[in-house]
């Protein structure tokens, strides 16, 4: 130590885990309590004396909690930081401190526990082989993506003939739940409009529309689930008083020519099914480079096994409840219902937490032990398409980035994607190539 003498042992309870031990001899204690007596002495208020007149034994009487307690702090943290800066500890987390207090004339004992970045050697990510699908679009996946476009150009028209609720039907019905006889506001409705087999309400209760005609009422009992959200509800069996006040199908338009003309873009049905292609490609090649990381990322792990630290795994954990809570509420959850599933989701969200951890730090010194870089200018360029993206102004947008403490992230995301590049470049890769691929269904 620089300036005081002390006993240090370090232990290493795992890989990512140390312990340091800690004893201060007395001298060292007695030096650092007098410094905070006279310290706490220039301001100590005690009836019958001047500040800073004080005599010790009456400051011990009344300060004497308070002057041990800065004491141990100023001691804990002059040795804890002297020790991980000299044998230069990669700590990652506030030091967990386990002291029992200051003894007279005794050596004071404190240990601190720490979690450390893992010392990682990346093994076998060179050659590794992989399977990337080519990004091609069937004719399948063509009249699907067409069918969806249809469906959102649908208009609703009143069932004219005399038949039973089918499946896809939209029927406007009334009812009224009881349990046990008892009648609940929240199980009652009017002028209710569902859509038979969208799996919308409680798990039988549209089964038993089928067969029901309009103006027709019906007694339909439900066993609500054990895990319902509204715990009065759940697992009770209850009673709806149902009401069929009207039948709606979904009337769809052909594909034609004339379908053509909802779009001002497009002048031909040939011109919109190849911007639908065009799109599918793009979005296929999406989901294949993602898929793509995702099995580089799983080929490494099973070539390196080390642990990590938990409290990263306890931050990517957050970050993913946070992402979940933000998507839910987003799709019209309340925000504090939305806060309360994502947490229930806590442990389920553990080992997706893990992998991306590890193989983040892989990727990290991969790129170390390969010498991979980003400039400057590689910085810039993905700022300003960014901001281009964001269709906001460069400089501005730049500005708030470096005031948030953001570029240094946009520099990780650049050197990231380089090691994966670099890494598929060296990879085995057998592509997965469909013979349908443009055939029209016709020919198939």
Known sequence: MSDISAAVKIEDISSVKKKLSFDIPWADVKNELDTVYRKVGRTAKVKGFRPGKIPRAILEKFYREQAEEETVSNLVNRYYWEVVQEKDIPSVTRPQIDQAGIEQEKVFTFSATIEVEPTIEPKDYLGIELIKEDPFV?????????????????TMEDLNEDREVIAGDFVTLDFAGSVA????????????????????????????????????????????????????????????????????????PEIDADFVKNFER????????????????????????????????DKLLINNEFE?????????IYYIMSDTQRRMVSSGMDPKKAAE???????????????IVKTGLLITNIARKESLTVDDDEVERAIREIASQKAQDYESFKKTLEKDGLIENIKSEILSRKTYDFLAAKAVVTVIKNEKVGVPEEEK
Not at 267 to 289: P, Q, T, W
Not at 308 to 316: A, K, L
Not at 341 to 355: C, N, V, Y
Request: aromatic share 8%; hydrophobic share 35%; proline share 2%.
């Open 266 to 297: 497009y002048e031909s049905l040939e011109a919109l099914k190849a911007d639908v292609r065009k799109n599918l490609e793009e979005e296929k090649s999406l989901k294949i480079a993602s898929e793509f990381d995702r099995s580089i990322g």
């Open 138 to 154: 069937t004719q399948e996946d063509l009249e699907a993506r067409l069918q969806e476009i249809r469906h959102m150009f649908a």
């Open 181 to 252: 006889g008892e009648s609940h506001k929240e199980l009652t409705s009017e002028n209710y409009l569902l859509e038979i087999g969208s799996k919308k309400f409680v798990p039988g209760f549209e089964d038993q529309l089928i067969g029901m005609k309009k103006g027709e009422t019906r007694s339909v009992i439900i066993k609500f689930p054990e895990n319902y959200n509204a715990a009065h509800l759940a697992g009770k069996d209850v009673d709806f008083e149902v009401h069929i006040q009207g039948i709606r199908i979904k009337k769809l």
């Open 308 to 316: 990590v630290p938990e409290s990263y795994v306890e931050r990517q």
């Open 341 to 355: 599933f994502s947490f229930k989701l806590h442990d389920q969200f553990r080992e997706d937490a893990t992998r």
